[in-house]
């Protein structure tokens, strides 16, 4: 069928154009079909998180989710990474071994305004979320937390930060 023919075919199988397959013409070359819309590069997502056990659980969810990932385990090591890559958003624990989370969002802030942040940490009380907020953390997550509720959670920001302006025809 058209369907099983673009799922096995296509080499971008989540985007779904429902054309016929393209068969060559005697004596015409056909460029292979391409989608209707161009693939999106798998946002990339910088964890800075010193628990390597925990870093490592998001780190696989996040693959599994199609996200690329970088764990840092103290805010120096996720400096040099954000000095030398783009990141599509930050997942920031507060208590680190170097700094606290807070002064490092502070610090980030100032370097980084427009960098998505969801804070990650077990410091859930309600001063602590309302802090983070308020120092520019965009989301704050309490530990334990649901693998599937921050991956929903990143969808949701990734969308709001990465949309594209609202009249693309000007």
Request: hydrophobic residues 40%; charged residues 25%.
């Amino acid at each position: 069928s058209l369907i099983e023919y673009h799922l096995t075919t296509s080499p971008h199988p989540a985007i779904l154009d429902f054309r016929l397959p393209q068969k060559p013409h005697k004596g015409f070359s056909l460029n292979p079909p391409v989608p209707l819309h161009p693939p999106t590069a798998m946002p990339h997502i910088l964890i800075l998180e010193d628990e390597a056990e925990i870093a490592e659980i998001i780190a696989l969810t996040l693959t599994r989710d199609h996200h690329t990932s970088q764990i840092a385990p103290t805010a120096q090591i996720a400096g040099q990474h954000l000095a030398r890559e783009a990141y599509d958003l930050l997942l920031l624990d507060v208590g680190l071994p170097d700094i606290n989370g807070f002064d490092y969002l502070k610090i980030l802030r100032a370097q980084h305004p427009r960098l998505p942040v969801i804070m990650l940490t077990a410091q859930d009380e309600e001063t602590d979320r309302i802090l983070g907020l308020e120092l520019g953390a965009d989301d704050y997550i309490g530990k334990p937390f649901s693998p599937r509720e921050l991956n929903a959670r990143i969808k949701a920001l990734l969308r709001r930060t990465q949309r594209q302006p609202e009249n693309e025809w000007n």
